[in-house]
């Protein structure tokens, strides 16, 4: 899977808030206590050194920085370990559990407060700073669905996942645990959006040609692409479906929901089978939940307590003033407050059955757009079609698939993890190499 993280993540603006946030975001965890039984760095050495200011570094509440990163790396090497760093900074407390230290050269064995096992290999040049800093993520070992409960348990997660056969037009689940669950869909919730459009074609209210204005408004949720466009150019709901599902693009996502409107968005929660559609109801825009969520005024405690009443008019309010990001508040979990979109694993197989199903006549196009991006690095010759959607916000991750084995059968495959803290993107590209092995488990 060589597809960046990046394009997965639903927050485009949120993460383009990182470095205003790094000065100020609050710890997401207690740094490793080094009297503990932590394993001892000497630093008699250079490698041993910057092996050691390393751990220092990552461990500490202090944000990566270029200044600080200029006490360990090479001047050239500045900006490339900045940047690596400060990705690794969101996934601490680390547990050194072993370090090797030779010349010119140390690495360090690791656990991350998810549970995934990690290197980070440094090289010293002759000045003793680092002109190599090379991190790795082991695949955790995966031969059971038992396995698959392990590794999830310990990521500290609440978590979700379900495999099921598609049998009859539903859902035939062969693995699973806490499949009932309602959490955090991220960028899964595009797949009612998409189903939305797709049932607006087929009713001749809306076409695949239809033209979406771009607004200055529009554009401050993110984009991939589609911001270059000028204000007042147009993109057609068929290349906006494109880019909402292949990479995720939020202003795609808020031009097509106003074109369908927020109550053919509600008619596809419960065309679908959602287990609760009064709870995403009115269906909020990710303009007016990135405002609820991440927006400046603080509204998430009001969110929080608030009636469904209450909330529809907080809503209303974050749609008819400008959006303004806390950069303080960009890698706070709102999915704590109950700001996300919602709905379980068996939502999430009904959805990706209904798009699939429903993908005749004027809406065949959907088979098309969900399969532009396979999103997981399985062979073609054994799974020819798979249909991905997965997203990411801060504290919040998640993946689904529907995929066609050799012999033609349907299955759906998904995961949801929600953390009351946000990570870097390493657990993202950990997630998949699970979520890989758990295909090899299916009874194909």
């Given at each position: 899977?060589?597809?960046?993280?990046?394009?997965?993540?639903?927050?485009?603006?949120?993460?383009s808030?990182?470095?205003l946030?790094?000065?100020?975001?609050?710890s997401?965890?207690?740094?490793?206590?080094?009297?503990?039984?932590?394993?001892?760095?000497?630093?008699?050495?250079?490698?041993?050194?910057?092996?050691?200011?390393?751990?220092?570094?990552?461990?500490?509440?202090?944000?990566?920085?270029?200044v600080?990163?200029?006490?360990?790396?090479?001047?050239d090497?500045?900006?490339?370990?900045?940047?690596?760093?400060?990705?690794?900074?969101?996934?601490?407390?680390?547990?050194?559990?072993?370090?090797?230290?030779?010349?010119?050269?140390?690495?360090?064995?690791?656990?991350?407060?998810?549970?995934?096992?990690q290197?980070?290999?440094?090289?010293?040049?002759?000045?003793?700073?680092?002109?190599?800093?090379?991190?790795?993520?082991?695949?955790?070992?995966?031969?059971?669905?038992?396995?698959?409960?392990?590794?999830?348990?310990?990521t500290?997660?609440?978590?979700?996942?379900?495999?099921?056969?598609?049998?009859?037009?539903?859902?035939?689940?062969?693995?699973?645990?806490?499949?009932?669950?309602?959490?955090?869909?991220?960028?899964?919730?595009?797949?009612?959006?998409?189903?939305?459009?797709?049932?607006?074609?087929?009713?001749?209210?809306?076409?695949?040609?239809?033209?979406l204005?771009?607004?200055?408004?529009?554009?401050?949720?993110?984009?991939?692409?589609?911001?270059?466009?000028?204000?007042?150019?147009?993109?057609?709901?068929?290349?906006?479906?494109?880019?909402?599902?292949?990479?995720?693009?939020?202003?795609?996502?808020?031009?097509?929901?106003?074109?369908?409107?927020?109550?053919a968005?509600?008619?596809?929660?419960?065309?679908?089978?959602?287990?609760?559609?009064?709870?995403m109801?009115?269906?909020?825009?990710?303009?007016?939940?990135?405002?609820?969520?991440?927006?400046?005024?603080?509204?998430?405690?009001?969110?929080?307590?608030?009636?469904?009443q209450?909330?529809?008019?907080?809503?209303?309010?974050?749609?008819?003033?400008?959006?303004?990001?806390?950069?303080?508040?960009?890698?706070?979990p709102?999915?704590?407050?109950?700001?996300?979109?919602?709905?379980?694993?068996?939502?999430?197989?009904?959805?990706?059955?209904?798009?699939?199903a429903?993908a005749v006549?004027?809406?065949?196009?959907?088979?098309?757009?969900?399969s532009?991006?396979?999103g997981?690095?399985?062979?073609?010759?054994?799974?020819?079609?798979?249909?991905?959607?997965?997203?990411g916000?801060?504290?919040?991750?998640?993946?689904?698939?529907?995929?066609?084995?050799?012999?033609?059968?349907?299955?759906?495959v998904?995961?949801?993890?929600?953390?009351?803290?946000?990570?870097?993107?390493?657990?993202?590209?950990?997630?998949?190499?699970?979520?890989?092995?758990?295909?090899?488990?299916?009874?194909?």
């Open positions: 899977m060589r597809r960046p993280l990046a394009a997965w993540r639903t927050a485009v603006t949120l993460a808030l990182a470095a946030a790094a000065g100020c975001a609050p997401p965890a207690s740094p490793a206590d080094p009297g503990a039984g932590e394993v001892t760095i000497s630093t008699k050495t250079p490698p041993g050194l910057r092996a050691k200011q390393t751990m220092d570094m990552l461990n500490s509440d202090w944000p990566i920085g270029p600080g990163v200029a006490t360990l790396a090479a001047p090497k500045v900006e490339q370990v900045v940047t690596t760093m400060e990705s690794l900074w969101w996934d601490r407390p680390f547990h050194l559990d072993s370090v090797d230290i030779r010349a010119g050269a140390a690495t360090l064995h690791l656990t991350t407060s998810y549970g995934a096992r290197d980070i290999r440094l090289r010293t040049d002759d000045n003793g700073m680092v002109d190599l800093f090379k991190p790795t993520t082991e695949a955790p070992p995966i031969h059971s669905w038992h396995d698959v409960d392990t590794v999830l348990s310990r500290g997660a609440r978590y979700s996942y379900q495999a099921s056969r598609i049998e009859g037009g539903g859902c035939k689940p062969v693995a699973g645990t806490n499949t009932g669950q309602s959490l955090p869909l991220a960028s899964i919730f595009k797949l009612y959006v998409l189903l939305a459009v797709a049932n607006e074609v087929k009713a001749g209210t809306v076409s695949w040609d239809d033209p204005t771009i607004t200055g408004r529009a554009k401050v949720v993110g984009s991939s692409g589609l911001e270059e466009l000028p204000e007042g150019a147009h993109v057609s709901v068929r290349r906006a479906a494109e880019k909402m599902i292949a990479t995720s693009d939020n202003m795609a996502t808020d031009l097509l929901i106003d074109h369908v409107g927020t109550h968005v509600e008619r596809a929660l419960v065309a679908a089978g959602h287990h609760d559609p009064a709870s109801t009115p269906f909020p825009t990710m303009y007016e939940l990135f405002s609820v969520g991440w927006g400046k005024p603080d509204l998430r405690a009001q969110w929080q307590h608030g009636s469904p209450e909330r529809a008019k907080l809503l209303q309010q974050a749609k008819s003033r400008p959006y303004e990001p806390d950069p303080i508040r960009a890698h706070v709102a999915s704590a407050y109950g700001a996300e979109w919602y709905g379980s694993a068996e939502d999430i197989c009904r959805v990706h059955v209904a798009l699939q429903g006549g004027r809406a065949e196009p959907v088979k098309e757009i969900m532009a991006v396979r997981i690095d399985l062979p073609r010759a054994d799974w020819p079609y798979i249909g991905a959607k997965a997203g916000l801060p504290g919040d991750l998640t993946f689904s698939w529907y995929a066609l084995d050799r012999a033609g059968q349907p299955w759906v998904s995961f949801q993890l929600n953390w009351p803290r946000d990570h870097g993107k390493s657990v993202g590209s950990w997630m998949l190499q699970v979520a890989k092995q758990a295909f090899g488990l299916l009874p194909v």
